[in-house]
């Protein structure tokens, strides 16, 4: 069974920069796609980032292009995410996950069939 665990989310103003990291545990990790969503109160869970097991397929949200990072380590099991300038409107829970299978769009998370527990980022002005 896979086990998703976040860290690194907290509270922090606009400009600043924070850095989430996913430690994946079970089996097979470093074969499948790994991404971050986040999600806000009464609304969908939406892709922010997300990346094959290569790292040559990479996904943003147009909205976080030029600010975001993914990265992954295959030999850790980790999934990090490098957030920079973050705004008010980053605020969310941002949840780890994991696809298996194969075909489908990675930028569904309907696609995923494991997740983490999420962690939450909130941005001030």
């Known amino acids: 069974q896979v086990h998703l665990v976040e860290s690194g989310g907290g509270l922090v103003q606009a400009g600043d920069s924070l850095r989430l990291s996913c430690a994946a545990s079970?089996?097979?990790?470093?074969?499948?796609?790994m991404g971050w969503f986040r999600q806000v109160p009464g609304q969908d869970r939406d892709i922010v980032a997300t990346m094959d097991s290569s790292g040559g397929v990479i996904i943003y949200a147009d909205s976080v292009k030029g600010r975001f990072i993914i990265s992954r380590d295959n030999v850790k099991h980790t999934v990090d995410l490098q957030m920079n300038n973050l705004k008010p409107a980053d605020t969310a829970v941002y949840i780890c996950a994991m696809k298996t299978r194969l075909g489908g769009s990675m930028k569904s998370p309907m696609m995923y069939e494991y997740w983490g527990q999420g962690t939450q980022v909130t941005v001030f002005d």
């Open positions: 079970g089996p097979a990790n470093s074969r499948h796609t």
